[in-house]
């Protein structure tokens, strides 16, 4: 199996620490952001071989640009996790930021997604890892509710693509990634400040990567966010949306 992996949102947080444990184990990273800067000094840190490209995927464009800069590059490993939230009343936030982060959360993940498979499909083999969040796998969340509704696209699809791949035996993995709060530029980002105590990116990236070759459907790191997420599926749905709006509150700065 050739042995390159790409990774989007590689500039920072999860992404940039997940580069860094597919480089040690070997893979040839392909490290795609719009910052150019931080994907280049990422690149310089890393022993293994790298190369940057810069994109913007909140664009259908910088979406179909940055498959084709790659296409050639027997990718084997794809990493969508790209992305972003904010807070605030659903009222409140300035539509423009909820529509580029559905383009950037759910279409650009849905573009990389399909042209990726596409090829796997075709080469019978490689792994996708769509990084949804835990805000994926509840009812929703109250001062977030955009961003909620986006992981829960992501999940939804990660899930039934994986059943299709399996019913046709294709040697093709796909994991969505659902971590609860993992400390990175996410906040500053989406305007926030976590209530509950977060992990490191790298603590997150470990258990994503492990649990992608494990070929695990859904990957939740974290004991306490393990039982967070299993808990939400009997607890019912109204109970589900008023503790996560509690949770949200104290998110607001
Ligand atoms: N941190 C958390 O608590 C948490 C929990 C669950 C899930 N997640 C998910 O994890 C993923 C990574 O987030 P993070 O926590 O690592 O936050 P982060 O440190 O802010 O990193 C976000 C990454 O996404 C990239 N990005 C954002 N918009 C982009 C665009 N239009 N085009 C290309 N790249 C773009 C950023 O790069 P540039 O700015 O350089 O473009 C950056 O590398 C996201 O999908 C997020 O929703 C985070």
New binding site residues.
């Given amino acids: 199996m050739s042995k390159t992996a790409l990774i989007?949102?590689?500039?920072?947080?999860?992404?940039?620490e997940i580069a860094k444990q597919l480089s040690s184990r070997g893979f040839r990273v392909i490290l795609?952001?719009?910052?150019k800067d931080?994907l280049e000094e990422l690149a310089e840190e890393l022993e293994g071989e790298s190369r940057v490209v810069t994109?913007?995927?909140?664009t259908r464009e910088?979406c179909f640009d940055l498959y084709e800069q790659v296409k050639d590059e027997r990718v084997s490993v794809l990493i969508n996790?790209?992305?972003?939230?904010a807070i605030g009343n659903f009222e409140e936030i300035p539509l423009e930021t909820e529509l580029r982060m559905i383009d950037?959360?759910v279409t650009a993940v849905h573009i990389l997604t399909k042209l990726f498979v596409k090829d796997f499909i075709k080469a019978d083999r490689g792994y996708i890892l769509n990084?949804?969040?835990?805000?994926g796998l509840m009812a929703g969340g109250p001062l977030m509710a955009a961003y909620y509704a986006t992981?829960a696209y992501v999940v939804s699809l990660t899930g039934s693509v994986n059943r299709e791949l399996k019913n046709k035996g294709a040697n093709v993995h796909i994991s969505a990634l659902c971590?609860?709060?993992?400390d990175?530029?996410?906040n500053e980002?989406a305007g926030c400040e976590f209530g509950v105590g977060?992990i490191s990116?790298e603590e997150c990236a470990r258990a994503a990567v492990e649990g992608l070759f494990r070929k695990s459907l859904i990957i939740v790191p974290g004991t306490g966010m393990k039982a967070a997420a299993t808990l939400s599926k009997i607890v019912p749905r109204e109970m589900v949306l008023k503790v996560a709006g509690e949770m949200q509150k104290r998110k607001t700065k």
């Fill in positions: 989007t949102g590689a500039s920072s947080g999860i992404g940039r795609a952001a719009r910052r931080r994109c913007d995927l909140s910088g996790n790209a992305g972003f939230g950037t959360n990084v949804a969040s835990s805000a992981k971590p609860g709060p993992v990175t530029e996410f980002v977060a990116a």
